[in-house]
C-alpha cells in the first residue's frame, strides 16, 4: 500500500529532553513537510523540504530540526529550546514538479510533555 | 503575512441539508485551493481542490472560487452525520507552501 507513515503514535517527553518524530513515505513524492497543529487552530508550518539534502525552515522552526538524507524519510526531532511542544504533529508530502501542490498527511504523533 | 480566514462556526446543519463552509484569503498570488476535513483526533484528508474561478462538483461536494473576490467556498449537499468533521481551507501560491485556515467545525444533526 501507497502512503505516508510517522510513528509513534503518541509520545512522551521529559522537560530537557529531545525527542525524534518518524516520518516515511512510499509514494515517491519529492517534498515532505512538518506541521504542528494545537487544539482549535489549524495547521502552521515547520520545516519542509524539495529534495535530498535540503530543506528550508517554515513558519515556526525555533527549537526544531530536521534531516532529509533519503527521499523517503524526512525525521523531526524536537529539541529542548521548543518550550511548548505539546501539540499534534503531522508529516504530509507532495510532488514538486506539479505547481499545484497537493500535500497528503500521515496519521500524525501526539507529543506530550511531561 | 499571507492569511487565510474561515468563518468560525461551529455550524450544524441538518441531515439531508446543505452545509456551506467559506474562506476568505489575502495573498492574491495564491494560486491553488485546498478544502481538507479533518475527524477529532486524526489526520486531514483532502477530499477537494481547485484552481480556476468558477465551479468544481465531486460527488456531494462543490468547491467554488472566485479569485477577484478572494474567495473560495465549499459546499456539501446532501449532509449526513459522517460530513461532521473539521473542515481546513488551504491556499498555495508560487513558492507552493499551504497556508491553512484555522478550520470551520461543521455537525449534521441526524
Known amino acids: 500500500d501507497g502512503g505516508i507513515t510517522q510513528s509513534p503514535k503518541y509520545l512522551f517527553r521529559k522537560e530537557g529532553q529531545n525527542v525524534t518524530l518518524s516520518c516515511e513515505q512510499n509514494?515517491?513524492?519529492?517534498?515532505m513537510y512538518w506541521y504542528r497543529q494545537d487544539p482549535g487552530q489549524g495547521l502552521r508550518l515547520i520545516y519542509y523540504?524539495?529534495?535530498?539534502?535540503?530543506?528550508q525552515k517554515g513558519d515556526i522552526a525555533e527549537g526544531y530540526s530536521v534531516s532529509r538524507e533519503k527521499k523517503e524519510s524526512f525525521p523531526l526531532t524536537v529539541t529542548s529550546a521548543q518550550k511548548n511542544p505539546t501539540a499534534f504533529y503531522l508529516c504530509?508530502?507532495?510532488?514538486?514538479?506539479?505547481?499545484?501542490?497537493?500535500?497528503?498527511f500521515g496519521p500524525g504523533t501526539r507529543l506530550t510533555v511531561l | 503575512q499571507k492569511e487565510v480566514e474561515q468563518n468560525s462556526g461551529p455550524l450544524s446543519v441538518p441531515e439531508g441539508a446543505i452545509a456551506s463552509l467559506n474562506c476568505t484569503y489575502s495573498?492574491?498570488?495564491?494560486?491553488?485551493f485546498f478544502w481538507y476535513r479533518q475527524y477529532s483526533g486524526k489526520s486531514p484528508e483532502l477530499i477537494m481542490f481547485i484552481y480556476s474561478n468558477g465551479d468544481k462538483e465531486d460527488g456531494r461536494f462543490t468547491a467554488q472560487l472566485n479569485k477577484a473576490s478572494q474567495y473560495v467556498s465549499l459546499l456539501i449537499r446532501d449532509s449526513q452525520p459522517s460530513d461532521s468533521a473539521t473542515y481546513l481551507c488551504a491556499g498555495g501560491g508560487s513558492a507552493r507552501q499551504l497556508t491553512f485556515g484555522s478550520g470551520t467545525q461543521l455537525t449534521v444533526l441526524p
Open positions: 509514494l515517491n513524492h519529492d517534498a
Open positions: 495573498d492574491r498570488g495564491s494560486q491553488s
Open positions: 504530509a508530502s507532495s510532488m514538486w514538479d506539479r505547481g499545484y501542490n497537493e500535500q497528503f
Open positions: 523540504s524539495q529534495i535530498v539534502n535540503d530543506f
